[in-house]
């Protein structure tokens, strides 16, 4: 898992296009080997491909384990990702992820016991 203080930082250009997205100042694998929802490119601030692409490779690089990012992606794009507006610059940390990460898997817990 890589640490508290991993910062994910993006950026959409202006006029649209497809959403530039870096960790720790170097540009975010899209992860298209573990699924590929948009092969054009990051998206956010609503529930598609894009936002799908980049939730799935910002858990797959943080948490560093394919399987539980594979699991938590769409719940995680519903709960960040998808909430992001569209054409705004936006941070999170590596704290927030691994803060909504507990979350979600204990949510998922809850529902299977």
Not at 55 to 63: G, K, T, V, Y
Not at 84 to 110: P, Y
């Amino acid at each position: 898992m890589k640490t508290i203080s991993t910062l994910y930082r993006g950026e959409q250009p202006s006029g649209g296009g497809e959403a530039l997205v870096y960790v720790d100042g170097i540009p975010l694998a899209p992860r298209l080997d573990l699924r590929n929802h948009s092969p054009t490119g990051f998206g956010h601030g609503y529930g598609g491909s894009g936002p799908s692409q980049l939730a799935l490779a910002i858990l797959a690089d943080f948490l560093q384990d394919d399987r539980r990012a594979l699991v938590l992606y769409q719940p995680f794009k519903w709960r960040i990702i998808a909430q992001i507006l569209q054409g705004e610059a936006w941070t999170l940390t590596g704290a927030q992820v691994a803060d909504v990460v507990e979350v979600l898997e204990d949510e998922m817990h809850r529902r299977t016991t």
